[in-house]
């Protein structure tokens, strides 16, 4: 099956510094989600991509869709405390109304405030 | 909006009892509903896709009488746990997926955290 590896597992960051992690997988995604999940919570979407090369924000948040279609990136810049958590890619196992979606293991980010 | 929850939130049960987890779509019809479960530290790992009015579709290696889906309409779906023992217990989390502009899009509920003692 189709497999996502995240880097870095965690990061430490100081208020205000921007931070970059990656995911990359063994093969083709037509479409990139990243999300967030707090701690005991359930996921929420930060950006979807559709498109190769995609590069899309919303807010400090910026992500892009790698041209080969098998990586993604994530960046955060001007950390502050509440962005604290897991961030996950994730990617649909098929197309159609029904897909299933395969997610990455996260990168737990801390920023000390 | 599409807002999802989920309920109970936690529960704790004694092991061999059986435990149901319910996940509603509160202001969406779901077409699809997602369970999946989470260890801590890990991610989630999708364990069954749930169609209303069908019988779910388990992932490979999730016990389907183990784990007992029932999708009664578009906005609810509930998950049970039969005789639970200390291994099952985990963060259950569902989602409801809604068609947004042409794409579907998952929402994803709070999360259930089950303990078995």
């Known amino acids: 099956g189709q497999q996502l590896n995240r880097s870095p597992q965690s990061m430490f960051i100081q208020e205000g510094e921007d931070v970059s992690m990656n995911c990359t997988s063994s093969s083709i995604f037509n479409t990139w989600l990243w999300y967030k999940q707090d701690p005991g919570e359930g996921p929420v979407l930060l950006i979807a991509?559709?498109?190769?090369?995609e590069l899309t924000s919303n807010g400090r948040l910026t992500a892009q869709f790698g041209i080969t279609r098998k990586d993604s990136f994530l960046n955060i810049s001007a950390s502050i405390p509440s962005d604290v958590g897991i961030y996950f890619c994730?990617?649909?196992?098929?197309?159609?109304?029904?897909?299933?979606?395969?997610f990455g293991k996260g990168t737990l980010l801390t920023v000390n405030p | 909006g599409a807002v999802v929850s989920q309920h109970p939130s936690w529960v704790i049960c004694k092991s061999g009892t059986s435990v149901k987890i319910e996940c509603r779509s509160l202001d969406f019809q779901a077409t699809t509903m997602f369970w999946y479960r989470q260890f801590p530290k890990q991610s989630l790992m999708l364990m069954a896709t749930s169609n209303e009015g069908s019988k779910a579709t388990y992932e490979q290696g999730v016990e389907k009488d183990k784990f007992l889906i029932n999708h009664a309409s578009l906005t609810l779906s509930t998950l049970t746990v039969t005789s639970a023992h200390p291994e099952d217990s985990s963060f259950y989390i569902c989602s409801a997926t809604k068609l947004a502009g042409g794409l579907d899009e998952q929402f994803f509920g709070p999360g259930t955290r089950l303990t078995v003692l």
């Open positions: 994730a990617g649909p196992n098929s197309g159609g109304s029904n897909y299933k979606l395969t």
């Open positions: 991509l559709y498109k190769a090369g």
